[in-house]
């Protein structure tokens, strides 16, 4: 099985004032005979400046053909298959905090956390539409028109806090984190997850919705609405496994990242890391489900000192 992670690598100690991401990366990763080997590191050093010095990181990803669609802070990039090489596709001054992109075979959707919208473009990434899901929600928060949010290190506390986009039934939906919910602004759907936790990340395949959230659940929204959940901390006998982010499915098991729990300009990842037990010998790591069984099957932990620091925003078969 063949898989790429997108995310970072970060320095300084956790919690602390220094804790940084130094850069982006996209490591190509194997796993065979329950063997994780990570095949190639492709890295990402901004040389636009136009993100603060700390957030030099790859967050969401999509595969369109043979190249990657990634998010940073403050750009779309796209990464050639073939020569590995990174090309900025977008970037206004109204992106920040960029979390996730998704295609569905004629236009863009880009995640845009920091001022809680939504952003559609089409294949030749040209803005087509905005979508305010802050005020969709109830939020009456005006962004101004005269700042560059590219160069704004924090737009928190955020309303809504949309993460992942993804084209569902002819339709784009959004999962908002702070409501944790997932909608269908085009129809107004809502499918509830307060009983789980805060949605991250997901994959639409042919079983339906799958969908990670930060406190470790894994849920899985049939196409008749029918919610079956799998709570990893659980199933592993932790009361830590660090802060869930991407997922893939390959076949009947379900690949899931989890990040160790990092800094935060609001204190909500301390308040979970002091809640779910400490998290100082954490290190970043991807569990096996068997979705059939219901049981973790397999662990793969970046455990040496280089790796303890990637975040893993984004798992992506290719």
């Known amino acids: 099985m063949q898989f790429f992670i997108s995310g970072s690598i970060g320095g300084g100690r956790l919690f602390s004032r220094e804790y940084r991401d130094i850069r982006g990366e996209i490591r ?24 603060p010095p700390n957030r030099l990181r790859l967050t969401g990803a999509c595969v369109v053909d043979n190249s990657i669609y990634v998010t940073t802070f403050s750009q779309i990039l796209r990464l050639d298959l073939n020569t590995g090489e990174f090309e900025q ?26 001022l809680d919208l939504i952003h559609f473009l089409d294949d030749n990434f040209n803005l087509i539409r905005t979508l305010d899901v802050g005020a969709l929600s109830g939020s009456s928060k005006i962004f101004s028109s005269d700042i560059d949010y590219r160069l704004i290190p924090s737009t928190k506390p955020h309303f809504v806090h949309p993460n992942h986009c993804f084209w569902f039934e002819n339709s784009w939906w959004v999962t908002r984190f702070i409501q944790k919910d997932a909608i269908c602004p085009e129809t107004g759907e809502k499918w509830d997850f307060n009983l789980y936790g805060a949605p991250h990340d997901g994959i639409v395949t042919d079983d339906g919705v799958y969908f990670t959230t ?9 196409p008749n609405r029918e919610m079956k959940t799998w709570n990893l901390r659980q199933l592993t006998g932790r009361t830590q496994i660090g802060w869930g982010r991407g997922i893939m499915i390959e076949k009947n098991k379900a690949y899931i990242g989890f990040t160790k729990i990092r800094k935060s300009v609001s204190s909500m990842a301390k308040q979970i890391a002091v ?20 049981c973790v099957t397999n662990e793969f932990i970046f455990s040496d000192n280089y790796f303890r620091c990637l975040t893993i925003f984004g798992l992506t078969n290719y």
Not at 34 to 42: A, F
């Open 214 to 222: 930060i406190q470790g659940t894994v849920i899985l929204v049939k």
């Open 28 to 51: 190509f990763c194997s796993l065979n005979n329950e063997n994780l080997q990570c095949t190639e590191k492709i890295i990402y050093k901004d040389p636009t400046g136009l993100a």
């Open 275 to 294: 809640k779910n037990g400490s998290v100082s010998n954490f290190s970043p790591r991807i569990l096996e489900l068997d979705l059939v069984s219901g």
């Open 89 to 114: 596709k977008h970037s206004f001054d109204r992106y920040n905090d960029l979390h996730g992109i998704a295609f569905n075979g004629y236009e863009f959707a880009v995640a845009n956390t920091g």
